[in-house]
């Protein structure tokens, strides 16, 4: 028994600290989110090359498809490093995607409680952000598109108010306006009645000029803002399944490259050990 010697997990050619359970469940979790970043990114750049020439740098910031582009390109950048990290068993790798995942669900997080507390200060930039869209309502198609959804969807109209669109340059109530659509309202304010077949798209036609009570015959006159806020208010519980179905995507990856750079680590730490002790492998 006393000239038998112990053994040791370097004793063990085959042995490895690595999980190939926890390697490549990691390399299948990046590389799903990658594929969906590529077709993110695929989409939003068609959809900039099908938009006319003259729009193309008319309203960058309210851009649907530069949002969708943008986000994709973030989210292949992090889910390579995860990929490649996780088969190349790189700790560098592994650790800026950790990082980059930890980040954004701490930022993800700030934000919805600084919103939640600072929610006057939120509603304002929100109606910035709406006044801003108004404004380059005819500048962009998606926009224009995404803007319709939201007011049909919501039953809503502008802003804070249906008056909101005399922001825009064709709808703008001034009497100097040359716009065959002055005072007007997009077909998506418009009370529409579910049998109707065929829209008017006239239907807000100088629909600014009615007072409140009158065109509420007509459109709907309650800004996106407020029936924003009831909706959120009546399906907090939807909401915070989205904001979990969110959170735990990133919160697996965080736990899954944790885990493999520690057995990572755990394996370089073993290498080392046999190399300085220069442990025989076949012993």
Same mark, same amino acid.
């Given at each position: 028994?006393?000239?038998?010697?112990?053994e040791t997990?370097?004793?063990?050619?085959?042995?490895?600290?690595?999980?190939?359970?926890?390697?490549y469940?990691?390399?299948?979790?990046?590389?799903?989110?990658w594929?969906?970043?590529?077709?993110?990114?695929?989409?939003?750049?068609?959809?900039?090359?099908?938009?006319?020439?003259?729009?193309?740098?008319?309203?960058?910031?309210?851009?649907?498809?530069?949002?969708?582009? /943008?986000? %994709? =390109? @973030?989210? &292949? *950048?992090?889910?390579?490093?995860?990929?490649?990290?996780?088969?190349?068993?790189?700790?560098?790798?592994?650790?800026?995607?950790c990082?980059?995942?930890?980040?954004?669900?701490?930022?993800?997080? /700030?934000? %919805? =409680? @600084?919103? &939640? *507390?600072?929610?006057?200060?939120?509603?304002?930039?929100?109606?910035e952000?709406?006044?801003?869209?108004?404004?380059?309502y005819?500048?962009?198609i998606?926009l224009?598109?995404?803007i319709?959804f939201?007011?049909?969807?919501?039953?809503?109209?502008?802003g804070?108010?249906?008056?909101?669109?005399?922001?825009?340059m064709?709808?703008?109530?001034?009497?100097?306006?040359?716009s065959?659509?002055?005072?007007?309202?997009p077909?998506?304010?418009?009370?529409?009645?579910?049998e109707?077949?065929?829209?008017?798209?006239?239907?807000?036609q100088?629909?600014?000029?009615?007072?409140?009570?009158?065109?509420?015959?007509?459109?709907h006159?309650s800004?996106?803002?407020?029936?924003?806020?009831?909706?959120?208010?009546?399906?907090?519980?939807?909401?915070?399944?989205?904001?979990?179905g969110?959170?735990?995507?990133q919160l697996?990856?965080?736990?899954?490259?944790?885990?493999?750079?520690?057995?990572?680590?755990?394996?370089?730490?073993?290498?080392?050990?046999?190399?300085?002790?220069?442990?025989?492998?076949?012993?």
């Amino acid at each position: 028994m006393g000239g038998r010697r112990r053994e040791t997990p370097g004793s063990n050619e085959d042995f490895s600290f690595v999980s190939p359970a926890v390697k490549y469940m990691l390399f299948i979790f990046n590389f799903l989110f990658w594929i969906i970043s590529l077709v993110m990114v695929s989409i939003g750049m068609y959809a900039r090359m099908m938009k006319h020439a003259e729009a193309a740098l008319a309203c960058l910031s309210v851009d649907p498809a530069i949002m969708l582009m /943008v986000l %994709g =390109i @973030l989210m &292949f *950048i992090i889910t390579f490093c995860g990929c490649v990290g996780s088969l190349r068993e790189n700790i560098c790798l592994l650790q800026t995607f950790c990082i980059s995942l930890t980040v954004i669900f701490l930022l993800q997080l /700030v934000a %919805g =409680i @600084l919103g &939640f *507390i600072f929610s006057d200060t939120a509603r304002t930039k929100v109606t910035e952000m709406i006044n801003n869209a108004i404004i380059h309502y005819r500048d962009d198609i998606d926009l224009q598109n995404l803007i319709d959804f939201g007011q049909m969807e919501f039953g809503c109209c502008g802003g804070v108010t249906y008056t909101d669109w005399t922001f825009n340059m064709y709808f703008d109530c001034s009497k100097d306006n040359p716009s065959r659509e002055r005072c007007s309202v997009p077909f998506s304010c418009c009370i529409i009645s579910k049998e109707k077949v065929v829209v008017n798209t006239m239907c807000g036609q100088g629909m600014q000029e009615l007072e409140y009570l009158a065109a509420g015959d007509y459109i709907h006159t309650s800004g996106c803002i407020d029936k924003m806020v009831n909706w959120i208010h009546s399906n907090l519980f939807l909401i915070g399944g989205i904001a979990l179905g969110l959170a735990i995507p990133q919160l697996v990856g965080i736990l899954l490259s944790q885990i493999l750079i520690n057995q990572i680590k755990d394996q370089i730490n073993l290498q080392n050990y046999n190399i300085k002790h220069q442990v025989d492998p076949w012993s």
